[in-house]
């Protein structure tokens, strides 16, 4: 029985896993999605085809494992406020503002439009675990009386990623930890605070 048939992959393992892992990111930021392939990979990792296809079943699970790794763990920081801890969750290295994060997040907006099998995969490897970690934060928060009790976080937990984007990817601002100061002051922080509008 062969390795994909068992299920099992034999691991490509410790520094060669990530020279692989940090090729991908490299050839996804100058090519995008639809024009990576696994031997344009291999090419620059100077590696086999063959040994991709050992520890990765394809382009879609090679890409998400390499921006996973880029990323790291998601980490729940714990500055003791709701601002503090959303600052240290999205700006720094690998961050929001991070260029080539930025490089690389336009790269999967597109595929996640054209590739639903990379869709399913990214968003059950990296955004699942994403929105759990932020999810985390704004629950501590409200534990500390800086969350309104009404707030539906499954609106408010992805604003905060969804506005700066928004800026950057549609109308050209650039992503900088002052811009996502200002919109943490201005709309996050405030719909927190005051919870959801009731009409009257």
Do not use: N
């Amino acid at each position: 029985m062969t390795p994909t048939e068992t299920g099992t992959r034999p691991r490509v393992a410790g520094e060669r896993e990530q020279e692989i892992l940090e090729a991908t990111l490299e050839v996804l930021a100058d090519v995008g999605y639809d024009l990576l392939t696994m031997d344009a990979v291999a090419a620059r990792a100077k590696a086999s085809k063959a040994t991709l296809y050992r520890r990765w079943r394809g382009k879609p699970e090679l890409v998400v494992a390499a921006i996973m790794a880029q990323k790291g763990e998601p980490v729940v920081p714990d500055t003791g406020t709701l601002r503090g801890d959303l600052l240290a969750a999205y700006c720094g290295s690998g961050g929001i503002d991070d260029p080539l994060a930025q490089s690389v997040l336009a790269a999967v907006v597109t595929a996640m439009g054209r590739d639903p099998e990379f869709a399913e995969v990214y968003r059950r490897e990296f955004i699942g675990p994403k929105i759990e970690a932020s999810r985390g934060i704004y629950e501590r928060a409200r534990e500390r009386g800086e969350v309104h009790p009404d707030v539906d976080l499954s609106v408010l937990a992805p604003a905060l990623a969804g506005i700066v984007l928004h800026r950057v990817f549609l109308l050209g601002d650039t992503a900088t930890p002052e811009l996502v100061g200002r919109v943490l002051d201005e709309v996050v922080l405030p719909a927190a605070l005051h919870g959801p509008h009731s009409p009257a």
